[in-house]
């Protein structure tokens, strides 16, 4: 995600503590709670690549469009479809930047709001380098069932798929580790990111409120 998503693949942000390694393809999941309200948490994500504080901090995302997006007013259904331009050091193998001559990797990510619900999902996947490289992101943030009105629990999945080459086939699994790790250390970028701008929503709200 625009990086709205960001959330996507790179952004959303949890915690490490939280990872649970999942069988098959590498795939990982991860949950955040945030202490905010769910409408506080998702304008957050919305803002989080707009916002010209979070630059450094997300210094591989280089380019952000949004496509295409549709509302559905009898459903309530917000969608957004965006263009992530990503640096290929945030997710892709040394050995792809050598075999193409490019460090420069291109997501889509989609972005799905149902405000009647109060969910909102985002889907981030590579399509650039998909010969070698299969990334598939899932973030999603609802209100916790703990606490409905205050918290938002936001639950992340990240499947990462290496298709390997007869020479490379070896390798395959130390590579797909590899990304996975780049991946998380992302995310915890994303996650401070998103903590940031909630708490400074919180305070623009408590100076107008009256």
Not at 26 to 53: C, G, I, L, M, N
Not at 97 to 126: C, F, H, P, W
């Amino acid at each position: 995600m625009n990086a709205h998503s960001f959330g996507g693949l790179f952004f959303c942000s949890l915690s490490l503590n939280s990872i649970r390694k999942i069988v098959m393809v590498k795939a990982y999941a991860q949950e955040h709670v945030y202490k905010h309200p769910w409408e506080r948490v998702t304008s957050a994500s919305w803002r989080k690549f707009a916002d010209p504080e979070n630059k450094r901090t997300l210094s591989h995302i280089l380019e952000v469009d949004t496509l295409n997006h549709k509302l559905e007013p009898l459903s309530g259904k917000l969608y957004i479809y965006a263009t992530l331009a990503l640096t290929c050091h945030a997710s892709g193998p040394w050995f792809i930047k050598e075999i193409i001559g490019q460090d420069i990797s291109n997501y889509v990510e989609s972005t799905v709001v149902d405000a009647q619900s109060k969910s909102m999902q985002l889907t981030t996947r590579n399509v650039s380098l998909q010969k070698f490289i299969e990334v598939e992101e899932k973030i999603r943030y609802d209100p916790h069932p703990d606490n409905l009105t205050g918290w938002t629990i936001c639950e992340q999945e990240t499947s990462i798929r290496i298709k390997p080459l007869s020479a490379l086939a070896s390798m395959a699994e130390k590579v797909e580790q590899r990304c996975a790790e780049r991946f998380m250390q992302n995310s915890v970028k994303g996650r401070e990111v998103m903590e940031r701008i909630c708490k400074y929503l919180e305070a623009e709200f408590s100076w107008m409120a009256p």
